[in-house]
Every structure is written in structure tokens, then in C-alpha cells.
């Protein structure tokens, strides 16, 4: 069993920077692929990037650019830097877990998940 816990969001202006962390637990850590998404009020949970255990990395259009994620397997944990934050990116951001090597885009290719987030970015 793998759990994750994010941290790191918050209340900004558009145009700020945000970091998020995700810290999971297990000793095969640097054998995930773990992946960030994003909830809007009244919207379904979308994919925002991804990074495998050979560093891989995939990112949804929308934050390409802006955002970068990374993994430190010392430290069990995953980031996700957020820059030029935009009202559209608000949401809560939850860290998700796969065993294996591929990433995936969808929800369900990932078995473990945070509680999430709150990022909020104003105008």
C-alpha cells in the first residue's frame, strides 16, 4: 500500500509561482511513475503531467511551459513547480501513484491518490 500527501498550495495572483510537493511513502518509491491532476469545481479530474522512474516527463497542453514536475527518490517525494499561474488554473491538485514504468493520462491508470490540494489564482 502506498500512501501520498500533498502540500504546497494556496491563495496567489495571476502571473505567480506555486510549488506543490507529494510525499509518498513505500520503499519502492523510485519505482513509481506518479502523476499530478486537477479537479475544478464542477469539472471532471484532469491530467496536468506526469514523470516516470526513468524520468520521463508528460504534460497535459494546457500547462506546458508553465508548469515542471520532478522527483527526488532520496526524499520519496514528487513536485510540481507552477509558474505564469492563470485564473484557470485553480483547482485542487491531487498527486496520484502507479507502479511500473508508463505513465498514463487517464484516472484510472493510477492506484494510489492524495486528498488533494487547494490552489486558487486570482485576477
Known amino acids: 500500500q502506498v500512501q501520498v500527501v500533498e502540500s504546497g498550495g494556496g491563495s496567489v495572483q495571476a502571473g505567480a509561482s506555486l510549488r506543490l510537493s507529494c510525499a509518498a511513502s513505500g520503499r519502492t518509491f523510485s519505482r513509481y511513475t506518479m502523476a499530478w491532476f486537477r479537479q475544478a469545481p464542477g469539472k471532471e479530474r484532469e491530467f496536468v503531467a506526469h514523470i516516470s522512474w526513468i524520468d520521463n516527463t508528460n504534460y497535459a497542453d494546457s500547462v506546458k511551459g508553465r508548469f515542471t514536475i520532478s522527483r527526488d527518490n532520496a526524499k520519496n517525494t514528487v513536485y510540481l513547480q507552477m509558474n505564469s499561474l492563470k485564473p484557470e488554473d485553480t483547482a485542487v491538485y491531487y498527486c496520484?501513484?502507479?507502479?511500473?514504468?508508463?505513465?498514463?493520462?487517464?484516472?484510472?491508470?493510477?492506484?494510489?491518490w492524495g486528498q488533494g490540494t487547494q490552489v486558487t489564482v486570482s485576477s
Open positions: 496520484a501513484a502507479k507502479d511500473g514504468p508508463f505513465g498514463s493520462i487517464g484516472v484510472r491508470g493510477y492506484d494510489y
